[in-house]
């Protein structure tokens, strides 16, 4: 299994609503990541888990908020976005420790914010 | 000034085509891959290089860590072969990846 599951596939959320975005992998990788991607962007770094334990936040606004709850299964909490965090939602992992080993990543969460 | 460079940022090509797209980085790196972004957002990671050349089916990368500069190639190429493609570096922080803007490649039937 060399996948990386993100779900749900697509979100639409009012800014008063709070949801969750999934992603799972079964490769025992133990770096996890979240990216943001707006249309037409690179991707850009919002968290990364190493070891299960929250290693970098890149002074994302507090209304993202990650969790890992185990080493397979990181979630990302939304709660009172704006319409500019809509975006594609990105979810990574590698192997080992952050920065080496090749990148694995899902298929996205296109979040959209009413 | 982008520490990452990708050229073109845009290429049409026909189907059969050798195509070649550029990278160039500004910084010490420890790695340098490819990555290929679909319409429908997910991205897969087509190579990842230190040194010399990585050859995958109709694709091959090369770095030159000289030069600081990396090819794309992709042969006889086919309308599936469409995509975003991506050139990223990691520097050995735990921030992973530094991006280049990409290249939207278009192949026509």
């Known amino acids: 299994d060399t996948e990386v599951t993100q779900t749900p596939k697509h979100l639409v959320m009012g800014m008063t609503n709070k949801k969750s975005l999934k992603c799972e992998q079964h490769?025992?990788?133990?770096?996890m990541y979240w990216y943001k991607q707006k249309a037409k962007k690179p991707p850009e770094l919002m968290f990364v888990?190493?070891?299960?334990?929250?290693?970098i936040n890149e002074s994302v606004p507090s209304r993202f908020s990650p969790e890992c709850p185990n080493s397979s299964l990181l979630n990302l909490h939304l709660h009172a976005l704006q319409p500019e965090d809509s975006a594609l939602y990105l979810c990574?992992?590698?192997?080992?420790?952050?920065?080496?080993?090749?990148?694995?990543f899902g298929e996205g969460s296109r979040l959209t914010v009413l | 000034k982008n520490e990452v460079e990708q050229s073109p940022q845009n290429l049409t090509a026909q189907e059969g085509e050798f195509i070649t797209i550029n990278c160039s980085y500004s910084?010490?790196?420890?790695?340098l891959h490819w990555l290929q972004q679909h319409p429908g957002g997910g991205i897969v990671s087509l190579f990842m290089?230190?040194?010399g050349k990585k050859k995958h089916g109709r694709l091959i990368a090369t770095i030159n860590i000289q030069e600081k500069h990396s090819s794309l190639h992709i042969t006889a190429s086919h309308p599936r072969d469409s995509a975003v493609y991506i050139c990223?570096?990691?520097?050995?922080?735990?921030?992973?990846?530094?991006f280049g803007s990409g290249t939207q490649l278009t192949v026509l039937p």
């Open positions: 888990y190493s070891y299960e334990k929250l290693s």
């Open positions: 910084v010490g790196i420890s790695a």
């Open positions: 990574a992992s590698s192997q080992w420790a952050p920065g080496t080993g090749e990148l694995f």
């Open positions: 490769m025992g990788h133990r770096a």
């Open positions: 290089l230190s040194s």
């Open positions: 990223a570096v990691s520097a050995g922080s735990a921030r992973q990846l530094t």
